[in-house]
Antibody
Framework: EVQLVESGGGLVKPGGSLRLSCAASGFTFSSYSMNWVRQAPGKGLEWVSSISSSSSYIYYADSVKGRFTISRDNAKNSLYLQMNSLRAEDTAVYYC????????WGQGTLVTVSS | DIQMTQSPSSLSASVGDRVTITCQASQDISNYLNWYQQKPGKAPKLLIYDASNLETGVPSRFSGSGSGTDFTFTISSLQPEDIATYYCQQYDNLPAITFGQGTRLEIK
């Protein structure tokens, strides 16, 4: 069974940093691209970033480019999102998702940016 | 970026009704269009990929069609457990993946 478990969310002040993790199991992690998608409270889905299976290709939404960094460790079956210079508008539930299309999703981790 | 216009934004229907949601892309995306279901408080779930392919394990009352710029998602006979918000998603214009704004489906 595919499992994706996000962690690392929490309350952070504007301008602060946070690192999200996504622990994967139940599939060959190194064979799949991975993604981060977020959902602001009461709003729709917004794609944030994607990384190819070997980290050769990395993409970001314009809204996070230059502030967020996606990475992965295939030896640890883990996906990461380093978020710097956080803004109030980054407040959202952050989901990791497997593949393209997004075949499987984690349960999400809430990031709240507030003073 | 490619814009996805999804309609309606909300919909109320009765159990057993046929329900249709449309998604229009701002430019040709071939068949690079997926549909997701999100129940309240839960993560989204892939239902349809590449416009018309049913994801494994998804009930056959769900279907999708279309290509180019116009796409349709259909529930042939609405069930109480289908109450959710539905999103279309295009991935033709990689790396910029975009979602529709969602359709909230309620039982009448």
């Amino acid at each position: 069974e595919v499992q994706l478990v996000e962690s690392g969310g929490g309350l952070v002040k504007p301008g602060g940093s946070l690192r999200l993790s996504c622990a994967a199991s139940g599939f060959t992690f190194s064979s799949y691209s991975m993604n981060w998608v977020r959902q602001a409270p009461g709003k729709g889905l917004e794609w944030v970033s994607s990384i190819s299976s070997s980290s050769s290709y990395i993409y970001y939404a314009d809204s996070v480019k230059g502030r967020f960094t996606i990475s992965r460790d295939n030896a640890k079956n883990s996906l990461y999102l380093q978020m710097n210079s956080l803004r109030a508008e980054d407040t959202a539930v952050y989901y990791c998702a497997r593949g393209t299309p997004f075949n499987d999703w984690g349960q999400g981790t809430l990031v709240t940016v507030s003073s | 970026d490619i814009q996805m216009t999804q309609s309606p934004s909300s919909l109320s229907a009765s159990v057993g009704d046929r329900v249709t949601i449309t998604c229009q892309a701002s430019q040709d995306i071939s068949n690079y269009l997926n549909w997701y279901q999100q129940k309240p408080g839960k993560a989204p779930k892939l239902l349809i990929y590449d416009a018309s392919n049913l994801e494994t394990g998804v009930p056959s009352r769900f279907s999708g069609s279309g290509s180019g710029t116009d796409f349709t998602f259909t529930i042939s006979s609405l069930q109480p457990e289908d109450i959710a918000t539905y999103y279309c998603q295009q991935y033709d214009n990689l790396p910029a993946i975009t979602f529709g704004q969602g359709t909230r489906l309620e039982i009448k």
